[in-house]
């Protein structure tokens, strides 16, 4: 034993003194390239926000349109196409499916053909069953012939089925279609077979704002422009149902506060990172941090680590800078936001005055859009700073690679230093081992002499 410990012992203290220095400064490079690593992810996915507002924007954000529909005869559905306007509706006829049943004493009841062909034809498509093939015996029942009817691979398009009305039980065929082309035929041999008409076989009838029209079924599919209409009952006379189509005015409102909101997302996210952890914003971390714990999206969340890691960052102080400068400039249609209560306040975030907005929107509302997503409007120009930092192989992927870069070497470098380390101390604890037997020789010698 050296000093009371063992040369394991010892050659373990001395290699952990010879290494902390430079673990400690790989440790440093790899905290600050991961967090540098973690800012710029944050910083994508803010930027990737932004776009996607503007995206929004720059599609159905001002052109969404609401419904509204004076009685419950018709349900109504309109896209942003569909134009605005008034419309009067008179239902005069619902589309039906044509039925026929035919009475008979049970389920289990027969007495259908035993020869010849029964023949059932909807819309010019026809089955025909051969009775002698079938039901050479006769003992097919109408539950049989039901499933036979509903599983048959040239089913013509029609439904069969049973109904029991307590004495009796109703085969009943159905049409799966609606509309006057959707009558149904049965015969035997070309006879009629004797079943009842339950139910025609009618179009719809309808009148829109003096058109009239018809239609084999009761749902109307962009029967105006981006409009669509379910049918759910008739008229009586002198009666109709007005349809309203307008701007939706609260879908405006929110694709532009969502504007805002992006945009004062990317400014704090852009402070946070590029301010140091004297400034107002590392201050108020705490409270941002709470916030932030009710946030769906936690992977754009800014903790101590990141905070200020990017304040070197010139690119990104610039980006800053461009979307700031823009936002005081006029539209191509001359407008500005503050025409539209979008004011930019002391701490460098928008502000938007809800009254105003409102008004403007409704005194102009294809102003109010177009100074957004004309060619050349906001939306454009916000764009075209995002994109050279989002685009592929742009400055965040660039930045984001040659941080992995570094990342990579540094990691090499510790396991190149693991394994210098190990074989120093494989060198030590030879030495120390040859030293504490020499000890132990000399300590065994000189008990001679006593």
């Given at each position: 034993?050296?000093?009371?410990?063992?040369?394991?012992?010892?050659?373990?203290?001395?290699?952990?003194?010879?290494?902390?220095?430079?673990?400690?400064?790989?440790?440093?490079?790899?905290?600050?390239?991961?967090?540098?690593?973690?800012?710029?992810?944050?910083?994508?996915?803010?930027?990737?926000?932004?776009?996607?507002?503007?995206?929004?924007?720059?599609?159905?954000?001002?052109?969404?349109?609401?419904?509204?529909?004076?009685?419950?005869?018709?349900?109504?559905?309109?896209?942003?196409?569909?134009?605005?306007?008034?419309?009067?509706?008179?239902?005069?006829?619902?589309?039906?499916?044509?039925?026929?049943?035919?009475?008979?004493?049970?389920?289990?009841?027969?007495?259908?053909?035993?020869?010849?062909?029964?023949?059932?034809?909807?819309?010019?498509?026809?089955?025909?069953?051969?009775?002698?093939?079938?039901?050479?015996?006769?003992?097919?029942?109408?539950?049989?012939?039901?499933?036979?009817i509903n599983d048959h691979p040239d089913n013509p398009g029609v439904q069969a089925s049973l109904m029991r009305t307590g004495g009796n039980v109703e085969f009943m065929l159905t049409s799966k279609e609606s509309g006057a082309n959707s009558q149904i035929t049965i015969q035997h041999d070309g006879n009629?077979?004797?079943?009842?008409?339950?139910?025609?076989?009618?179009?719809?009838?309808?009148?829109?704002?003096?058109?009239?029209?018809?239609?084999?079924?009761?749902?109307?599919?962009?029967?105006?422009?981006?409009?669509?209409?379910?049918?759910?009952?008739?008229?009586?006379?002198?009666?109709?149902?007005?349809?309203?189509?307008?701007?939706?005015?609260?879908?405006?409102?929110?694709?532009?506060?969502?504007?805002?909101?992006?945009?004062?997302?990317?400014?704090?996210?852009?402070?946070?990172?590029?301010?140091?952890?004297?400034?107002?914003?590392?201050?108020?971390?705490?409270?941002?941090?709470?916030?932030?714990?009710?946030?769906?999206?936690?992977?754009?969340?800014?903790?101590?680590?990141?905070?200020?890691v990017l304040k070197g960052d010139a690119s990104i102080r610039m980006l800053q800078n461009s979307m700031r400068q823009m936002i005081f400039e006029p539209s191509p249609n001359g407008m500005r936001l503050s025409d539209v209560g979008i004011e930019m306040s002391r701490d460098g975030k928008l502000t938007?005055?809800?009254?105003?907005?409102?008004?403007?929107?409704?005194?102009?509302?294809?102003?109010?859009?177009?100074?957004?997503?004309?060619?050349?409007?906001?939306?454009?120009?916000?764009?075209?700073?995002?994109?050279?930092?989002?685009?592929?192989?742009?400055?965040?992927?660039?930045?984001?690679?040659?941080?992995?870069?570094?990342?990579?070497?540094?990691?090499?470098?510790?396991?190149?230093?693991?394994?210098?380390?190990?074989?120093?101390?494989?060198?030590?604890?030879?030495?120390?081992?040859?030293?504490?037997?020499?000890?132990?020789?000399?300590?065994?010698?000189?008990?001679?002499?006593?």
């Amino acid at each position: 034993m050296i000093s009371g410990i063992s040369a394991a012992q010892f050659a373990e203290q001395l290699i952990m003194a010879e290494r902390m220095g430079k673990d400690q400064l790989y440790k440093t490079q790899m905290n600050r390239y991961e967090a540098q690593l973690s800012a710029y992810e944050i910083l994508e996915k803010s930027l990737n926000s932004m776009t996607s507002k503007l995206e929004r924007i720059d599609g159905d954000g001002f052109d969404e349109k609401t419904v509204s529909v004076s009685d419950d005869n018709a349900s109504v559905t309109v896209s942003p196409d569909a134009p605005e306007g008034q419309y009067d509706l008179y239902i005069q006829q619902l589309a039906q499916a044509h039925q026929l049943s035919k009475s008979f004493a049970s389920e289990d009841a027969t007495g259908l053909p035993t020869s010849g062909n029964l023949s059932i034809e909807v819309g010019g498509e026809t089955l025909t069953l051969d009775m002698g093939a079938i039901n050479a015996d006769g003992s097919m029942t109408i539950t049989q012939l039901r499933d036979y009817i509903n599983d048959h691979p040239d089913n013509p398009g029609v439904q069969a089925s049973l109904m029991r009305t307590g004495g009796n039980v109703e085969f009943m065929l159905t049409s799966k279609e609606s509309g006057a082309n959707s009558q149904i035929t049965i015969q035997h041999d070309g006879n009629d077979i004797g079943m009842t008409e339950r139910r025609a076989a009618q179009d719809a009838l309808i009148n829109l704002n003096g058109v009239d029209i018809q239609s084999s079924s009761n749902y109307l599919e962009n029967v105006i422009d981006g409009v669509n209409i379910d049918l759910n009952k008739t008229h009586e006379s002198g009666q109709s149902t007005t349809i309203t189509i307008g701007t939706d005015f609260e879908a405006s409102e929110t694709a532009v506060t969502d504007f805002v909101d992006a945009f004062n997302e990317l400014m704090d996210q852009i402070n946070k990172l590029t301010r140091s952890m004297g400034s107002e914003v590392a201050d108020d971390i705490d409270k941002d941090k709470d916030d932030e714990d009710d946030d769906e999206d936690s992977n754009t969340s800014i903790g101590e680590d990141q905070l200020g890691v990017l304040k070197g960052d010139a690119s990104i102080r610039m980006l800053q800078n461009s979307m700031r400068q823009m936002i005081f400039e006029p539209s191509p249609n001359g407008m500005r936001l503050s025409d539209v209560g979008i004011e930019m306040s002391r701490d460098g975030k928008l502000t938007v005055d809800e009254d105003k907005l409102t008004d403007a929107l409704k005194s102009d509302p294809n102003a109010v859009k177009a100074m957004f997503v004309d060619d050349g409007g906001y939306v454009d120009r916000i764009g075209d700073v995002i994109d050279p930092f989002t685009k592929s192989n742009g400055y965040l992927d660039l930045k984001q690679d040659n941080l992995d870069s570094q990342v990579s070497r540094v990691e090499d470098n510790m396991d190149r230093h693991d394994y210098h380390m190990q074989q120093r101390y494989q060198i030590y604890l030879t030495q120390f081992t040859a030293m504490e037997a020499n000890i132990m020789k000399m300590n065994s010698a000189s008990g001679l002499f006593y």
